[in-house]
């Protein structure tokens, strides 16, 4: 791309009317055309280097998010299994609830017939 606006004969003729002979400033010019075409081509190919890495950036970017998918999905799971066993212990402790009241019921039927007893048998 910068070859095509390089004007060698021009280069020439300033490097001439500096003081340059008209051989070397000729091989001056040529020399300087293909390095700039030189770097025009290497542009293009830093232009495919580019585009190599953009993909590239692209998979690694979806290999990432396919990771990301599967961490988030073990991270569910183990989510529902804490759910699970808070469920299954939320009803052992009401089950635990349940025979405190029952046993604490009992104890007080089981208080209250042995004071009654122990009432009759003292006012006979």
Sequence with gaps: MNAAIFDS??????LIDAGVTPQAAGVHAEV????MS???????SGERMEARLGTR?????????AR???????????????????SELHA???DAKADMVRMMVGLSV??????SALLLKLTH
């Design 38 to 44: 030189q770097i025009a081509g290497g542009s293009m």
């Design 92 to 94: 052992q402790i009401a």
């Design 9 to 14: 004969h021009k280069y020439a003729k300033r």
């Design 57 to 65: 950036m692209d998979q690694m970017a979806a290999d990432a998010n």
């Design 110 to 115: 089981l208080q209250l017939a042995l004071i």
């Design 68 to 86: 990301f998918g599967a961490v988030d999905a073990r991270f569910d799971k183990v989510d529902a299994k804490i759910d699970q066993l808070a």
């Design 32 to 35: 300087l055309l293909e390095v």
